[in-house]
């Protein structure tokens, strides 16, 4: 059998456009790239201070939200890790004790508990 000149390109030019059929059949269609994973993020500031006894500092918390799946912001909890180490309201007001010293104030997310910050703070 003798393709002619005509026939052969005909067919030839038919190639591509049946290839590209073939590639957005949906059943032939390339996934679509998973979304990363959401890494949680806290981050404090200030992050070192130095404080008269019993003064006052407002530390402030910015952490990150997934882009979905959240109804509402997440809390956060503040805690000073030494005993006698001053007092921090839920709203990041800390006092500083009347002893001198060397004291911490941490930060932690609610809805990611292992995510947490510290800040140390010198009364003096």
């Not at 393709?3 to 957005?24: K, N, Y």
Request: hydrophobic share 45%; with cysteine.
């Amino acid at each position: 059998m003798a393709w002619s000149r005509d026939r052969l390109f005909r067919s030839l030019a038919a190639g591509p456009i049946l290839f590209a059929l073939a590639c957005s059949a949906p059943e032939n269609s390339v996934p679509p790239k998973p979304a990363e994973p959401f890494v949680p993020t806290l981050n404090l500031r200030p992050v070192f201070v130095s404080l008269g006894a019993g003064t006052t500092q407002i530390f402030q918390a910015e952490f990150n939200l997934p882009e979905v799946g959240l109804a509402k912001r997440p809390s956060i909890g503040w805690r000073v890790l030494e005993p006698a180490g001053g007092a921090i309201t839920s709203a990041g007001l800390y006092t500083a004790p009347a002893a001198p010293g060397t004291y911490h104030v941490q930060v932690r997310r609610e809805d990611f508990p292992e995510v947490t910050a510290l800040a140390t703070v010198t009364v003096k």
